[in-house]
Every structure is written in C-alpha cells, then in structure tokens.
C-alpha cells in the first residue's frame, strides 16, 4: 500500500546546481500537487497537474519546473538551485478537485 | 496574503484536556475544510474535514466547528494524549478550484 512516494528522502545541492525531485502515487489520482513547508509558513503551493499533460502554477513557481507525462509521475525540477529553495518538498495526490490530498513523506533539501 | 488565518501557533495541553485550534478565512468561495495532523519526518494525513452545509462534524476525539457567518472553524481535540502531539494544518479549498491553501500550522505538545 504505496499511495505517494518521493526521492530522494534527503539531499544537499551547491548552489547552482538542478535537480529533479521524484513523486510517484500508485492510486490512479488524477490531481497531483509539490508543496514547500518552511517553518512557521505552512505548506506553500509550487505546481500543480489536474492530469497527464495538464500543468499549472501554484503561489511560488519561480525557480521551479514540472512535468506530467504519466498519471503516476510528477517529477519537480530545480534548475538554478539557491539558498532559498532549501525547504522541505512534499507531494500530494486527490481523485479530483476538493478531494482529500494524500502526502507522500517529503524530500528535505538543503542548498549550500 | 495569507488565504488561511490558523492559531495558536503553539499550544501546550495536559493529558486529558480539550485542544483546540482555531481558523479564519475570508473567501466565501471556499467549500471543503480539512484538518491534517503531521508528525516529525512525516508528510500531512487527513484527519477530518468539513462541508459548509453542516456546522459540526465528530469522529472519535476530533470534532470540527464550523461557523459560516464568521467565516471561521476550529479543530477541538478532547481527552487529548501524548500520541496526539503533532502539528495540525487547517485548509480550505474552492468549490471551483484546484487548489488548497494551508494555515501556518499549530504545533501541539499534550504533556503526560
């Protein structure tokens, strides 16, 4: 019983440096979310995908991209990384729109 | 701007008292109210939630209030245990949109 997976679990990037945050959810939801959690800020929406093919930005896309080629994949990439990317990443899946949301246990990144 | 207004930020109860978190909110396009609970090194889990249609919702020691007029609910948690300290997230979504917008988060620490 998967439901939302994400890797890596933990990573430290230099400055500059990109990488791709993995999220995959077995549950055939067609809603799939990336959150950043600072602390005292709660869960801030990066993207979005209401299905394959179909992207849209939340409230803090800048420095991010993501892709949906699958209803089960929805890899979160940082291309230009910066101190301020370092947060928590959490990933979410629904059915569909006012749904609940199924979280997947973060990746926690720091940029040094 | 902060869609989702949640406090206390912090809240220290003893074993056996009531908890409750409190939540305030301005757009009345908002129609589904979740509460999710999330411990260390884990992702959120949906712990109940909420349609505007009732005014209370209960299961087990969990009960949500929700007044309409006020734009506001809360999260009251009775005979609270130490299994029960966490960090509880209230959001809310539109009945139009994709997307949830989170409060900042109450941590709670329930002492034996």
């Known amino acids: 019983n998967a439901g939302v997976t994400q890797t890596p679990k933990f990573r430290i990037l230099k400055i500059g440096q990109s990488m791709t945050l993995q999220c995959t959810q077995d549950?055939?939801?067609?809603?799939m979310y990336w959150y950043r959690q600072d602390p005292g800020m709660g869960l801030k929406l990066i993207y979005y995908?209401?299905?394959?093919?179909?992207?849209d930005k939340g409230e803090v896309p800048n420095g991010y991209n993501v892709s949906r080629s699958t209803t089960e994949d929805f890899p979160l990439r940082l291309e230009l990384a910066a101190p301020s990317q370092t947060s928590v990443y959490f990933c979410?899946?629904?059915?569909?729109?006012?749904?609940?949301?199924?979280f997947g246990d973060g990746t926690r990144l720091s940029i040094l | 701007q902060q869609q989702v207004k949640q406090s206390p930020q912090s809240l220290i109860v003893q074993k056996g008292g009531i908890s409750i978190i409190n939540c305030a909110y301005e757009?009345?396009?908002?129609?589904?109210f979740p509460w999710y609970q999330q411990f260390p090194g884990k992702g959120p889990a949906l712990l109940i939630a909420i349609r505007p249609d009732v005014s209370e919702k209960k299961e087990g020691r969990f009960t949500i209030s929700f007044n309409k007029s006020a734009k506001q609910f809360s999260l009251h948690i009775m005979d609270s245990q130490p299994g029960d300290s966490a960090t509880y997230f209230c959001?809310?979504?539109?009945?139009?949109?994709?997307?949830?917008?989170f409060g900042t988060g109450t941590s709670l620490t329930v002492i034996p």
């Open positions: 995908s209401v299905g394959a093919g179909i992207t």
């Open positions: 959001a809310a979504s539109p009945v139009t949109g994709n997307q949830f917008y």
């Open positions: 549950m055939n939801h067609n809603y």
């Open positions: 757009n009345t396009a908002f129609d589904y």
């Open positions: 979410a899946s629904s059915p569909r729109a006012g749904q609940p949301q199924h």
